[in-house]
């Protein structure tokens, strides 16, 4: 989805159904219009990272805009998919129950088919 009024017209039906839902969307570095430094790796480590403070920042320390405390899911869109996966290996948050994988991989090659 390259819009946020796309990604709503799809995620909207769903917060609607089931009430208390939370549903966090955000543009990592580099993605619509966004700024960072120009030394620094566009990488999955990185994207996560941000993901992880993004967490914590908007959590019950800090604006409460996004209680990651709760029971929460990683919906990844294309190479969010690898993000939402770096960060579920790399960062130990006992609230996070699955990661949906949607359009993870454009184009899987033959070392990645013989890894999955």
């Not at 019950?60 to 990651?68: E, M, V």
């Not at 130990?92 to 949607?102: G, Q, T």
Request: glycine share 8%.
């Amino acid at each position: 989805f390259d819009t946020l009024e796309r990604t709503k017209i799809v995620l909207s039906p769903l917060a609607a159904r089931y009430p208390g839902l939370q549903v966090l969307v955000w543009n990592y570095p580099g993605q619509a219009f966004t700024e960072w430094r120009e030394e620094q790796l566009l990488n999955n480590d990185y994207m996560a990272s941000c993901l992880h403070e993004l967490l914590n920042s908007l959590g019950p320390q800090g604006t409460r805009q996004f209680d990651a405390d709760k029971p929460f899911h990683l919906l990844g869109f294309g190479n969010g998919a690898n993000v939402a996966t770096f960060y579920a290996c790399h960062y130990s948050n006992p609230a996070l129950r699955s990661i949906l994988s949607l359009n993870g991989f454009a184009f899987i090659d033959p070392h990645l088919a013989g890894a999955l």
